[in-house]
């Protein structure tokens, strides 16, 4: 009998915990959910996509009385150049980049959470600093271990989304002609956190060579 009761709790605890992994989603779920959350964001926001064509025959930039927006479709990444700088184009090296940026979650409804990492609206807090490396279209860098990035995410990683815009702006060192960009990001796109949850991001960055 005690056997037979031991069996029973063996089968009824390998029942739930089968039903637990039926309720959580799959990974195609998640991302179907974060297209959902990007869209509503587009329409809450007023925001007008165009698209790389139409970017490049604008000289790389967009109409921010109109609220544009370009998509790379490859990325899924949005962008929107606020300022594109007072500096060059960045040759192909190494680059200091000092950024000050407003990181929000984008939830499901559209809206933006207020848990929220913002070092764009104190202009004297701290930037965070990355190492920029770029080869042509190829861009890789890495956080400074002091930063507010590292230090909500635990990792040196720079996501790929923050990287794609410096091919596009003329970054300087002079404060007051920082280049300056908003963003949606994808998971794919976003930092190690978002990658692992899958959850899209809203941001706004300004970027200034450090040297």
């Given amino acids: 009998m005690k056997k037979f009761r031991i069996i ?3 089968v009824l605890g390998l029942g739930l915990a089968f039903q637990s992994c039926n309720n959580g989603k799959t990974y195609a779920e998640m ?7 990007i869209k509503r964001f587009i329409e809450l926001n007023d925001i007008k996509v165009i ?3 139409q970017f490049e025959a604008q000289d790389s930039t967009t109409n921010v009385a109109e609220n544009e927006y370009v998509l790379f479709e490859e990325s ?3 962008m929107q150049v606020v300022q594109r700088g007072n500096g060059e184009l960045l040759e192909d090296g190494r680059h200091e980049i000092l950024a000050r940026y407003l990181e929000e979650r ?5 809206t933006v959470d207020t848990l929220s990492l913002n070092t764009i609206a104190n202009m ?3 930037p965070d600093e990355f190492i920029l490396t770029k080869q042509k279209n190829s861009l890789s860098a890495s956080f400074s271990t002091n930063g507010a990035m590292y230090a ?3 990792s040196a990683y720079v996501p790929t989304g923050w990287l794609l815009p410096l091919n596009y702006l003329k970054v300087g060192r002079e404060i007051s002609g920082r280049s300056k960009i908003k963003l949606i990001l994808p998971h794919s796109q976003g930092t190690a956190t978002a990658s692992g949850q899958v959850f899209p991001c809203y941001y706004e960055i300004t970027y200034q060579l450090s040297r």
């Fill in 31 to 37: 991302k179907e959910e974060e297209r959902d959350a």
């Fill in 152 to 154: 909500a995410h635990s």
């Fill in 124 to 126: 004297y807090a701290h």
């Fill in 51 to 53: 698209d790389e064509d």
């Fill in 76 to 78: 899924g990444v949005y």
């Fill in 8 to 10: 029973l709790m063996m």
């Fill in 106 to 110: 984008i939830v499901e409804d559209g």
